[in-house]
């Protein structure tokens, strides 16, 4: 350490212990002073992060309701997370370091706070430039004004191009159209008008010229784009065929990829004349994990595996005392490791019409304040959650004698899984909208809504499908209901409720073909 930044952080503690006004301190920018509050915890000064951006023009970016806060600073971008002693600099070229402080930093009133003797120097790193705080109460920016900081920030973002190239994969069922970016692009909204759907992609830019295409034997029959303000928007002109759009992150990527869906296989059910083949006559149960896959532990030592199979079995039994004409089908009625993709086969072979995949969920930290019911459909993963929880189930593969069979289940496979999925779509999702109303009415703990992720489980099976993570064993409240077999009868009937008001959606849908 230089003489200059020990005599700089000695005077910080200083000035935080004789210091008769340690509620804030100034940000002398140039020849303007702007002073922002200060918290002060046990002898240690934090700073509110944004407020010191807001002084430097320097922009930002909130993720996951202020959790985490991503700066754009002139050399590099700095990500700040709440109750995390880690910073993230990742440079101009892409390459990232990781900064362990040794005090966490805090969120105060939906302030992020970082403390600012140790976060001097990255701050530093990250501005290109000297903070000095020789001067007691004042963190000077030297060399440095709000103009210059805007100047170089736009400079940065001149890089950045944006959408920057297109290309097209032609499929039975639809077109894949994958946007390479620049930078990630996390908001986008969509319309669809006489025969065009237009797909705006807030703050970015486009190459016009990279991204035009004209012509195609799919549902894709021209594309063109333009940069309007801040924005940027895709136009795509589609055949009558078309059906219905999806715009998807990709993850470990900046790049976008976009479904464009036809209708070879949307209407396969309803156009389907032989209305005995969809007649609604046969439910798969599965009861998740089984035999040497346990699944998770609860905090009171019950077994995933066997509450799955609780549930699962008084499920079925409920469905053949009351719903006579159907018959119940499982994947396994007792102790046994059943492969996953075999699941999906035995769904098929028995000509199933809808099938329920049912776990139980769980958290890193035992116990856990999370609790509740959640439903989920087979699309990529669209949040760290939803992936975490795809992957824990996913896992099980490592039980198979062929864990290799699913080697090529990428995000952007799953994208081409849930387009050949699409016929059965909206009843998958009706179905799940009918569990969710089921769990939110029926339980203390609630329902945590109808999500998506890319379960391997469901991949297999050609029928409307849906997997429930029916309570947290790592709540012990949860976990005692699950355990228990009143908590197993209510989750059944539940879903017994859901199936019979599904099961007269279905019927409908069919009559009136």
């Not at 003489?3 to 002398?28: H, M, T």
């Not at 046994?336 to 072979?349: P, Q, V």
């Not at 799953?414 to 998958?428: C, E, G, N």
């Not at 997997?467 to 709540?475: A, K, P, Q, R, Y």
Request: charged share 25%; aromatic share 10%.
């Amino acid at each position: 350490m230089s003489l200059k930044k020990f005599l700089s952080l000695f005077l910080l503690f200083a000035a935080v212990c004789f210091s008769q006004d340690d509620s804030q301190i100034g940000v002398e920018l140039g020849k303007e002073t702007t002073y922002i509050p200060v918290y002060n915890r046990q002898g240690t000064i934090y700073i509110p992060v944004k407020l010191f951006a807001d002084v430097l023009g320097v922009k930002y970016t909130q993720l996951k309701e202020n959790e985490k806060i991503k700066f754009f600073f002139p050399q590099y971008n700095l990500t700040v997370t709440s109750k995390n002693p880690y910073l993230v600099l990742e440079s101009n070229e892409k390459q990232s370091e990781v900064v362990q402080l040794p005090t966490s930093t805090y969120i105060i009133e939906d302030q992020l706070y970082i403390p600012l003797a140790y976060s001097l120097h990255f701050l530093e790193k990250a501005l290109g430039t000297t903070l000095d705080y020789t001067n007691a109460g004042i963190l000077s920016v030297e060399g440095l004004t709000s103009k210059n900081v805007s100047e170089s920030n736009n400079n940065k973002s001149k890089k950045k191009t944006g959408i920057s190239g297109l290309t097209l994969d032609q499929k039975a069922n639809g077109t894949l159209i994958r946007l390479k970016s620049e930078k990630r692009i996390p908001s986008y909204s969509s319309s669809y008008k006489e025969g065009t759907l237009t797909i705006t992609f807030k703050n970015t830019s486009v190459d016009v010229d990279k991204l035009k295409r004209v012509g195609g034997k799919g549902v894709v029959k021209e594309i063109k784009a333009r940069n309007t303000g801040k924005n940027a928007e895709l136009l795509v002109s589609v055949t009558k065929d078309y059906t219905a759009s999806e715009v998807l992150n990709i993850d470990n990527s900046n790049d976008l990829m976009i479904t464009i869906h036809n209708k070879i296989f949307s209407n396969t059910i309803d156009n389907n004349k032989n209305k005995v083949k969809w007649d609604f006559d046969v439910i798969v149960i599965d009861a998740g994990h089984g035999g040497k896959d346990v699944g998770a532990i609860g905090v009171n030592g019950v077994r995933e595996k066997d509450v799955n199979l609780g549930v699962a079995l008084k499920l079925g039994r409920l469905i053949e005392n009351n719903m006579k004409n159907v018959k119940v089908v499982y994947t396994r009625s007792n102790d046994t490791f059943i492969e996953l993709y075999k699941r999906g086969k035995i769904a098929n072979e028995n000509g199933g019409k809808l099938f329920i995949s049912i776990h139980c969920n769980s958290t890193p930290q035992r116990p856990t304040d999370a609790t509740g019911f959640e439903v989920y459909l087979l699309r990529p993963g669209r949040t760290q959650e939803a992936i975490q929880i795809a992957t824990r189930e996913n896992s099980v593969i490592q039980y198979e004698d062929n864990p290799k069979r699913y080697a090529k289940l990428t995000d952007e496979n799953f994208i081409l899984v849930s387009m050949a999925h699409s016929s059965y779509m909206k009843y998958s999702e009706k179905f799940s909208d009918l569990l969710n109303s089921q769990f939110s009415n029926n339980f203390n703990s609630g329902s945590r809504g109808i999500k998506q992720a890319g379960f391997y489980v469901l991949v297999g099976a050609s029928m409307p499908s849906v997997l429930i993570e029916s309570g947290f064993l790592t709540n012990p409240k949860d976990a005692a209901f699950l355990k228990s077999d009143n908590g197993q009868s209510k989750i059944a009937e539940s879903i017994l409720n859901a199936i019979k008001n599904y099961r007269e959606y279905y019927q409908q849908v069919m009559l009136s073909e």
